[in-house]
């Protein structure tokens, strides 16, 4: 069983930068792809970027590409999304996930999720 909490969500201006964390635990993290996803309000959850944690490859939505990073600390079992240059449409609740491989929709944990507001 993996456990997943999420932190670092907030209200920030457009333009800055925001980085969100995810701990995980429990289970064998190693054996997981490790994902992003985004639901805002009256939208359906949308993924945001992966990360595999054996070999760093990495898939970023479209609408990310260029100004958000995922990355991984094995030691500290720590997944990140580092968000640049947020826009009011970024505004969403930002879930952590583990699939057990790449997928745009399914994913076997989720985190409880962090907020993240962005104002114009």
């Known amino acids: 069983q993996v456990q997943l909490v999420e932190s670092g969500g907030g209200l920030v201006q457009a333009g800055d930068s925001l980085v969100l964390s995810c701990a995980a635990s429990?289970?064998?993290?190693?054996?997981?792809?490790m994902a992003w996803f985004r639901q805002a309000p009256g939208k359906e959850r949308d993924i945001v970027a992966t990360?595999?944690?054996?070999?760093?490859?990495?898939y970023y939505a479209d609408s990310v590409k260029g100004r958000f990073t995922i990355s991984r600390d094995n030691a500290k079992n720590q997944v990140y999304l580092r968000m640049n240059d947020l826009k009011p449409e970024d505004t969403a609740v930002y879930y952590c996930?583990?699939?057990?491989?790449?997928?745009?929709?399914?994913?076997?944990?989720w985190g409880q999720g962090t907020q993240v507001t962005v104002s114009s």
């Open positions: 996930a583990a699939q057990p491989r790449m997928s745009t929709r399914q994913a076997d944990y």
């Open positions: 429990g289970g064998t993290i190693s054996n997981y792809v």
């Open positions: 990360i595999n944690w054996t070999t760093s490859s990495t």
